[in-house]
């Protein structure tokens, strides 16, 4: 694409141009005359141009400039690279202007003395990318989406070895599973469900029945490790944590994978190449190896493309500094509720994201689909205080119910960059009813406030450490916070307005009316039950979506009335021009648009009513979703008010999107199910495997002290002791048990018992009374910042004491001489102002990262080669299953001893039985050891020879 939009243009812009010009000169001079005051005859010689001299030394000229510059026609460069990385000068001429940018292009961006040097270089470059998902209760249909978008990857992976090796990347992935086991020590009927969907998964991405190779099973410390080998040779582990050995819950699966991936695996590595190559700087080397290693955190329902993965990459590789890197997550589901989330993800997104990656760092990179630097992530002051259990309850708030923003938290302080590339999109599944979507949120706004306020508190530290945030950017975020601290008595100013405009009410009476319903239900948060609070929430969100239609009818009289150019109109007029122009701006995302006045009817139950259940609700760390999910089932929806206010347009919808399970799927179970009865293995249905048990130690983990709660009998119950064997000899992974390696086997134990011992006394302290004493504090002062904020503007409706008036000339609103005195109130117009402010400083950072995104998507584009010969080369077929499965081995044994398995190693043949049982068993292999190092020694030589 760099020759296309680079080059090609380069070349012909000159020539054209003069030829143009030629024409113009001999057959329309009067053309260039008339419009351009060029007079051909005076300024140039028409003579000298008929006679076609000219043309020999300019075709010379052109053929000398390009043979000088020629290595822009063998680009080398990154996409998305730098202007100090492409240009010598950072300046241009404006009169020779392609020559100038042809002359200016540098040659090449990696500078490398030797072929020997710059084959180690490009080895060790190749990124390496670990997909690591964290699991619980997903449904069948989560599971399927996930590893369909695994097997996606894998297939991509392998395929740009060769097509595209400038673009090529390693792949592994990880799943942890918590809670994978019952107290009998079966395996949940969860896990069943995941053995199940990897065969349909991988069939349906083959679009023919295909056999992963394995699971090999590796007992642990922890659980149980499977391993897989995909069809393109990539491994595939699935951990299964079970909650009585250690601690379950994502952020602790995060520590796993982060500690286990950069912590041994890369230290074993480092040791090997140390010892591969004495003369080799190790400390740059793996420096380099940990830059070029990331982390691609994935939810258990996320689905995404190979596409999306390769532009996380190029912000990565843009940029050495970038810690994490986000893509656009797109809501998907049926429903007014998910409606509405796709119209607030879109907003989110389009505005507040890319004002955020524009002005400074996106604050927020979501654990469903973001990409994480290794070197960053093991940073001390980032992984060292990320394990830290929570000795408070400020710190619950910050660690356990936000654990994606704390991490992002931790690198912005530490100078790390997080951007956002609007280019790499990934579907997740949203909350479908009321109560799960409120109880989501209620985790999501505390922990938002929370890490905001810890970056704000410590602003100077954070503009010293970090070049990419500046104290303009701490304004920024100063004034969004002050804009969500005062936003519900904003909402109910709005309504009293409304009441005064609409219903013909006096100030006092329309406060009172609008002020009540939020008392009320503030205080029915603070004394009543969960289940109570999300019936008056769902109530109070109905009767606020008929309040805002009189809003609605409020601004319209208002712009007929008085005129429409009052603030109020302008603003809301202002508002959906911006929202129309982004989607415009977002031509495959648009129809995100049409949800928009669902979105508006229901804002005082986003900025109201949910701020206070979540605020009231802030000593209440449950999770609050998947909590009662089967297996095999899609998720039932509840009944709320908004459903049944939309439940016509919302049947019609669920009708014709509903993603039920196909004959085909359901005959593929069926088959499923009767090969495993034959094998003699236990089946359980989902109809008779009981739910499983949470843990009781960590507070975070709790569930809400509610006699409706149907988790607070589990969670005081203690596990049973796990003593029986059938989830090693008959669980539904069937394949071979193996010994692990004793390094990696003596690595999880230490790791379980530093950090993830889910006995350990740090994670028995109760909490519970300071979540309820900093509950009463936050509820406390934002009833008092509220109450303040609506008395002040009370008094300046109520007393009028700067009412501001404008003179327009406006004649149909105006008096005999055409003025209209429109008076406004000041601390309103003040208010609309600096909401206005803040959107139009989002639309202009918007328009900024459009143009980025645009860029980025244009240099990713692949023109079509009619003359390429790049082919695939796939693994032969004629291997036998024994060799194959020896070969596999190898590699496992290679992963948990040396840390990778990319390095040279002998045929299956060369492997007798003996050796074999010692891969079998993870016994030390002196005699396999001695083998592998004799094949790279071997393989050394012959390269040496050949150089």
């Given at each position: 694409?760099?020759?296309?939009?680079?080059?090609?243009?380069?070349?012909?812009?000159?020539?054209?141009?003069?030829?143009?010009?030629?024409?113009?000169?001999?057959?329309?001079?009067?053309?260039?005359?008339?419009?351009?005051?060029?007079?051909?005859?005076?300024?140039?010689?028409?003579?000298?141009?008929?006679?076609?001299?000219?043309?020999?030394?300019?075709?010379?000229?052109?053929?000398?400039?390009?043979?000088?510059?020629?290595?822009?026609?063998?680009?080398?460069?990154?996409?998305?690279?730098?202007?100090?990385?492409?240009?010598?000068?950072?300046?241009?001429?404006?009169?020779?202007?392609?020559?100038?940018?042809?002359?200016?292009?540098?040659?090449?961006?990696?500078?490398?003395?030797?072929?020997?040097?710059?084959?180690?270089?490009?080895?060790?470059?190749?990124?390496?990318?670990?997909?690591?998902?964290?699991?619980?209760?997903?449904?069948?249909?989560?599971?399927?989406?996930?590893?369909?978008?695994?097997?996606?990857?894998?297939?991509?992976?392998?395929?740009?070895?060769?097509?595209?090796?400038?673009?090529?990347?390693?792949?592994?992935?990880?799943?942890?599973?918590?809670?994978?086991?019952?107290?009998?020590?079966?395996?949940?009927?969860?896990?069943?469900?995941?053995?199940?969907?990897?065969?349909?998964?991988?069939?349906?991405?083959?679009?023919?029945?295909?056999?992963?190779?394995?699971?090999?099973k590796f007992p642990t410390c922890y659980g149980e490790q499977k391993v897989y080998k995909m069809p393109e040779g990539n491994f595939m582990f699935i951990h299964l944590k079970d909650k009585t050995k250690i601690r379950r819950k994502k952020r602790w699966s995060q520590v796993m994978y982060m500690y286990y991936l950069l912590g041994y695996r890369l230290q074993m590595e480092r040791e090997y190449m140390q010892k591969k190559d004495n003369n080799v700087d190790i400390d740059d080397l793996f420096k380099m190896k940990a830059e070029n290693t990331f982390i691609l955190a994935l939810d258990g329902d996320v689905d995404f493309t190979p596409g999306a993965v390769r532009i996380l990459i190029d912000r990565m590789k843009k940029d050495k500094t970038v810690g994490a890197a986000c893509g656009r997550i797109h809501s998907i589901g049926n429903g007014p509720i998910v409606w509405y989330q796709k119209f607030e993800y879109a907003i989110a997104h389009w505005l507040q994201k890319a004002t955020e990656h524009v002005l400074g760092c996106v604050l927020c990179s979501p654990g469903c689909f973001s990409l994480f630097r290794g070197s960053a992530l093991m940073d001390d002051n980032v992984m060292g205080k990320y394990v830290q259990v929570p000795t408070n309850a400020t710190e619950v708030l910050m660690y356990d119910l936000g654990e994606d923003r704390w991490l992002c938290t931790l690198l912005l302080q530490q100078g790390y960059r997080v951007d956002y590339a609007a280019g790499a999109d990934a579907f997740t599944n949203a909350p479908e009813g009321f109560n799960e979507f409120f109880q989501q949120r209620k985790r999501w706004g505390p922990s938002t406030l929370a890490n905001i306020m810890a970056l704000l508190q410590n602003w100077e530290k954070v503009v010293k450490e970090n070049p990419n945030i500046s104290w303009l950017y701490i304004i920024y975020l100063g004034s969004l916070m002050v804009s969500t601290i005062i936003g519900p008595s904003t909402i109910l100013m709005l309504i009293a307005g409304a009441f005064v405009t609409v219903f013909d009410l006096s100030i006092v009476n329309a406060y009172i009316a609008s002020v009540i319903p939020g008392v009320l239900f503030f205080v029915i948060c603070l004394v009543c039950t969960t289940k109570v609070q999300l019936i008056v929430a769902q109530v109070l969100s109905g009767f606020y979506v008929i309040i805002m239609m009189v809003v609605m009818v409020g601004l319209l009289i208002t712009a007929l009335t008085q005129s429409p150019y009052h603030p109020s109109v302008i603003f809301l007029l202002g508002l959906v021009l911006i929202f129309v122009v982004a989607a415009v701006l977002h031509p495959r995302e648009w129809v995100n648009i049409l949800y928009g006045f669902l979105y508006f009817v229901s804002i005082p139950s986003g900025f109201l009513v949910q701020v206070i259940y979540s605020l009231c609700n802030l000593n209440d760390v449950s999770w609050g979703t998947r909590e009662n999910s089967t297996p095999g089932k899609e998720k039932i929806k509840e009944n709320g008010v908004l459903s049944n206010i939309f439940s016509p347009v919302s049947k019609l919808v669920n009708n014709s999107f509903r993603r039920d399970s196909s004959d085909k799927e359901k005959l593929f179970l069926n088959l499923l199910q009767e090969t495993i009865s034959m094998l003699g293995h236990k089946n359980q249905s989902a109809d008779s495997v009981s739910k499983c048990d949470l843990p009781s130690g960590d507070v975070a983990d709790q569930p809400p002290k509610d006699e409706n709660s149907t988790h607070e009998k589990d969670a005081q119950t203690t596990p049973k002791a796990n003593n029986s064997k059938c989830w090693i000899d008959e669980g539904p992974f069937q394949g071979e048990k193996l010994t692990m390696n004793e390094n990696e086997s003596k690595f999880w134990q230490d790791l379980v018992e530093r950090y993830l011992d889910p006995k350990d006394v740090k994670m028995k302290k109760d909490l519970t009374g300071e979540l309820k004493e900093l509950r009463n504090n936050v509820c406390s002062g934002m009833a008092l910042v509220n109450i303040l904020w609506i008395t002040v503007n009370f008094m300046f409706q109520f007393r009028s004491p700067t009412v501001v008036t404008f003179q327009l000339p406006i004649e149909d609103y105006g008096d005999e001489h055409g003025i209209y005195e429109m008076k406004i109130e000041m601390l309103g117009l003040l208010f609309i102002i600096f909401f206005l402010v803040l959107l139009l400083i989002q639309f202009c950072g918007m328009v900024m990262h459009r143009l980025g995104t645009f860029i980025h998507l244009v240099a990713i584009t692949e023109l079509w080669n009619p003359i390429s010969t790049k082919q695939i080369n796939r693994p032969p077929k004629n291997e036998s299953v024994q060799s194959i499965e020896i070969s596999t081995l190898i590699q496992i044994r290679q992963l948990q001893e040396y840390g990778t398995k990319y390095i040279s190693t002998p045929s299956s043949s060369e492997i007798n039985s003996e050796q074999t049982e010692e891969l079998r068993h993870g016994q030390s292999q002196p005699n396999l050891r001695h083998r592998l190092s004799k094949s790279e020694t071997s393989n050394r030589t012959n390269k040496s020879s050949e150089h």
């Open positions: 694409m760099q020759i296309f939009s680079f080059a090609i243009p380069c070349l012909l812009s000159t020539p054209i141009a003069s030829g143009i010009m030629a024409y113009l000169c001999l057959r329309r001079g009067d053309f260039l005359s008339k419009n351009f005051n060029f007079d051909c005859d005076s300024d140039c010689d028409v003579n000298y141009l008929k006679s076609n001299y000219y043309l020999v030394p300019a075709s010379l000229w052109i053929l000398s400039l390009y043979w000088t510059a020629g290595h822009i026609w063998f680009p080398k460069q990154k996409r998305i690279a730098t202007i100090e990385s492409l240009f010598v000068n950072p300046f241009y001429c404006g009169i020779l202007l392609e020559q100038d940018l042809v002359l200016n292009r540098k040659r090449d961006q990696d500078k490398v003395q030797t072929q020997e040097d710059k084959k180690k270089f490009d080895k060790d470059n190749i990124p390496m990318v670990y997909a690591c998902a964290t699991m619980w209760h997903e449904s069948r249909m989560e599971m399927k989406q996930l590893l369909k978008s695994l097997f996606r990857v894998d297939k991509d992976q392998a395929e740009r070895e060769n097509q595209y090796p400038d673009d090529f990347y390693r792949f592994e992935v990880h799943i942890f599973f918590d809670d994978a086991y019952k107290d009998n020590g079966c395996v949940n009927e969860f896990v069943t469900e995941l053995n199940s969907v990897i065969d349909e998964a991988t069939s349906k991405r083959n679009s023919e029945r295909i056999d992963l190779e394995g699971p090999y």
